[in-house]
């Protein structure tokens, strides 16, 4: 009888189904939640200009169209072009829990000359108004869609801060006041206060950001919001700012006030802070106080939307700092503290890639595991292995792909995908200058013709959705098991939340035994991940027989 029921059930539900598309049928099955941690986040990181174009319509804006050095203007990637990838499931498909935009805030409407020929503000950090959306990325709509789409699909979004400084000083974009920036002197770095009250570089106005002196707001913002419209409005919402928090009218709770703005709207997870060692460290406990506020806020006001209990995520870009220096950073004549008091949850770790061509995976797994027990407890650290200004990747000429997913995704901590590591995207490109060279469009192409792009993708899959099922990968505690044939446990838990997986690397195709007696139990019924294939435990071992060196072992 229950199994007559059981089929009018599933004929009533097939003719239910007839006639949706398999778009239809996907929005209505939602993915299982899992569990997730920031600090074994699988975050990706993209240049919005670069990643995939979705509005070619909006690729000209503000009359930006002189000729620039080779990959220094706009090349149309867009956040509708994110957003469509997030409904494709390329970022579900690659295990990715978290992405990473660079500042989608309006750009300089002109361009400078570097010396590596003339550059519009495509990668985001030429700040011109804090309060809008540039054009050439998209419009508020399209980021509330995005948001939406990737929350539905249990991924974060974190967009990049700057504080430090606005865009440089053209003919269309005039210098701000003298009360709200600086222009000189240009910092030498070998001192804390010739890291932090000086300009960067050559006509990148720094913010006063060390001043509580009142200011009004500066005459071109004044002009640009009245042309659009919606002076009255900015005032008056700055104005509610400034009443609530009792903070100064000073440069940087202008600031704060307008990016804490994209928390209270659209509900963003995090922040990744640019500059951060250029900054007082006050500035940055100050802005979590407020992102916090703001996210606490949004959760209260759309509790249908609470994807979890998680705080604000923060992590902040201190350019050099290293895992190995624990909490601190050093600069010479000061050592500084972006952890504790409250400010960032994680910083950079610029010290992943040599670590990653110095030591062999377990002296690297378990270094890491230590001191993110220790020295980093109850915070964490964000690893990569290529980024956008760091001329000295991990792997430049591709070669290592495998080792690399290797490296970066089974390592603890939280992981940095910079776009187009999993599809192997040169990072040299003939004719460019500078960091153009990490910078090239997405390798769109490749990825659906090459077949050697193709199993480089697939590897990165594999590890990534592994990482992304599994917080003990990124969060736990690490163990090694056997160094030959190399095996590792790794344990997780978080109140009643337990999380145990095995990882052999390096192995010999064909038949494996490996010894998981230290974590599984006999009869077990275990599955290789990376295989796709059932093992039961027995006598304290399993055998696995695969063409791969890899097995990614969970409990069924």
């Known amino acids: 009888m229950k199994k007559i029921i059981a089929l009018l059930m599933l004929t009533l539900t097939l003719s239910c189904n007839q006639g949706n598309s398999e778009e239809e049928l996907a ?117 509330h869609e995005l948001v939406n789409e990737a929350h539905a699909r249990g991924i974060r979004v974190v967009l990049d801060a700057v504080i430090n400084h606005t865009g440089p000083v053209t003919e269309k974009d005039p210098v701000w006041p003298e009360s709200w920036v600086r222009t000189s002197p240009k910092c030498a770095f070998d001192t804390y206060e010739h890291t932090v009250t000086c300009t960067l570089v050559e006509n990148l106005p720094d913010i006063l950001t060390e001043s509580n002196e009142a200011v009004e707001l500066p005459p071109q913002l004044v002009q640009k919001w009245k042309a659009e419209g919606r002076y009255e409005r900015e005032v008056k919402e700055l104005d509610a700012f400034f009443e609530r928090t009792g903070h100064p009218r000073a440069p940087r709770f202008y600031i704060m006030k307008w990016l804490t703005d994209y928390i209270k709207e659209f509900g963003v997870d995090g922040y990744r802070v640019d500059t951060v060692k250029h900054t007082e460290e006050f500035v940055w406990q100050e802005f979590k106080e407020e992102c916090d506020t703001a996210f606490n806020l949004f959760k209260s006001n759309n509790p249908d939307k609470v994807l979890d209990d998680n705080a604000f995520y923060l992590v902040g870009e201190v350019y050099n700092y290293n895992i190995s220096s624990g909490q601190y950073y050093e600069f010479g004549d000061r050592k500084v503290n972006y952890f504790n008091p409250p400010s960032f949850h994680s910083l950079i770790n610029f010290e992943f890639k040599w670590n990653a061509q110095q030591v062999t995976f377990e002296e690297h797994f378990k270094r890491y595991s230590d001191t993110l027990s220790t020295a980093l407890q109850g915070f964490g650290t964000l690893n990569y292995l ?109 109140g009643e939340y337990k999380d145990l997986v095995v990882v052999g690397l390096e192995l010999n195709k064909g038949d494996k035994v490996l010894d998981v007696s230290k974590v599984f139990e006999d009869g077990d019924v275990l599955r290789d991940a990376y295989s796709n294939q059932e093992i039961i435990v027995s006598e304290g071992k399993v055998n696995v027989n695969s063409e791969f060196d890899i097995v990614l072992l969970e409990k069924q």
């Not at 469509?84 to 500042?103: C, H, R, V």
């Not at 792009?453 to 594999?462: A, D």
């Not at 160094?483 to 978080?494: A, C, D, N």
Request: aromatic residues 12%.
């Open 27 to 143: 929005e209505v099955i939602e993915p299982p939640k899992q569990h997730f941690d920031w600090e074994g986040a699988n975050l990706y990181f993209l240049l919005t200009d670069r990643f995939n174009n979705g509005d070619p319509s909006n690729d000209i804006n503000f009359d930006r169209t002189r000729e620039t050095g080779k990959l220094r203007g706009f090349e149309g990637g867009d956040i509708k072009g994110i957003t469509q990838k997030i409904k494709e499931g390329y970022f579900s498909d690659l295990g990715i829990n978290a992405i990473w935009m660079t500042p989608i805030v309006e750009q300089i409407h002109g361009g400078t000359d570097e010396g590596t020929g003339f550059t519009y503000g495509f990668h985001g950090y030429w700040t011109k108004d804090w309060t809008k959306i540039d054009p050439n990325f998209g419009t508020k709509e399209d980021l």
């Open 386 to 494: 290529s980024s956008h200004d760091d001329g000295s990747p991990f792997d430049p000429n591709r070669e290592k792909s495998y080792e690399s997913a290797n490296r970066l995704l089974l390592s603890p901590g939280t992981s940095q995908v910079y776009y187009g590591d999993e599809s192997a995207r040169p990072l040299v490109i003939e004719g460019t200058q500078g960091d153009a060279t990490l910078r090239s469009f997405m390798n769109w192409d490749a990825i659906a013709n090459d077949d050697n792009t193709k199993n480089v993708l697939t590897h990165w899959q594999r590890l990534g959705t592994f990482r992304a099922k599994h917080p003990a990968i990124g969060a736990g505690v690490h163990q090694m098991i056997t160094q030959s044939p190399y095996t590792f446990y790794r344990s997780y838990q978080k």
